[in-house]
């Protein structure tokens, strides 16, 4: 079976001279698939995502993109690669614009944008609407929207996000996901962290359920939602 195009593969590591977050995790997405990430609090989510992102010290295993080793690259390089990251807090320029935040997630480009600000206006028409509003004056969900969107001005064949729908209501919620579904159809690798774990898992290509920074269960979003140890252990359901 040939390889998924992003790969964090057998990783173990954690923060500076800490002890070990990881332990032997892998998490892996094709392109245009959507990966999702879930497991309880503590559970070493987004320290998977940092750790495939170049965030923190991966002392066993690799990180593999289209079937070339970047483990030792920093976070930059990997921009340069291909690789967005939407963090969870502090996402945005509160006092720029929102036109000014996806202008500047274009920063390593020298090509015109004018074509990628416009499908990003596509995405989410409520951001052409407030594109001279600073982002900061921003419902939650719009900010996420200007997030992901700067992020998508990279032009990235991986975009990778974490809790994209955290703080937002549920309406925004269903929102935020049929738009990452249709970022993922134009052929981008989506990897993302979430604590909404049932949602999440209804859009899943593939699932990961990591408990203490470990491989629990592994598997499509429907079959982990039809797992009875899954929906008992992390779902609240039988």
């Keep these: ?122 995405l989410f028409p409520i951001l052409k609407d407030k594109r001279r509003q600073a982002a900061g004056e921003l419902s939650g969900g719009q900010r996420q929207q200007v997030a992901v969107g700067r992020a998508l001005m990279t032009q990235p064949t991986v975009l990778m996000l974490d809790e994209p729908t955290a703080g937002v209501s549920p309406i925004v919620m269903d929102e935020l996901f049929d738009r990452i579904i249709e970022v993922a159809r134009t052929g981008i690798s989506i990897l993302m962290v979430e604590q909404n774990a049932r949602q999440a898992l209804e859009i899943a290509d593939t699932g990961y359920v990591l408990v203490q920074g470990r491989n629990a269960h592994t598997g499509t979003g429907k079959d982990l939602l039809e797992d009875p140890e899954v929906r008992r252990t992390f779902l609240g359901g039988t």
């Excluded at 173990?12 to 698939?33: F, M, Q, V, W």
């Excluded at 070493?44 to 080793?69: H, I, P, Q």
């Excluded at 720029?96 to 480009?109: D, K, P, Y």
């Design 1 to 122: 079976m040939s390889e998924k195009y992003l790969i964090g593969d057998k990783m173990s590591g954690g923060y500076g001279r800490g002890p070990n977050i990881l332990h032997g995790c892998t998490i892996a997405c094709d392109k245009g698939e959507i990966a999702v990430i879930v497991g309880p609090n503590g559970a070493g989510k987004s320290t998977a995502m940092k750790a495939v992102f170049g965030m923190l010290d991966v002392r066993e295993g690799a990180v593999r993109l289209g079937g070339e080793d970047i483990t030792g690259l920093s976070p930059q390089a990997r921009v340069g690669k291909g690789m967005a990251f939407v963090p969870q807090t502090n996402n945005i320029f509160t006092s720029m614009t929102v036109e000014e935040n996806l202008e500047m997630g274009a920063f390593l480009r020298e090509d015109d944008m004018k074509d990628s600000m416009e499908q990003v206006y596509d």
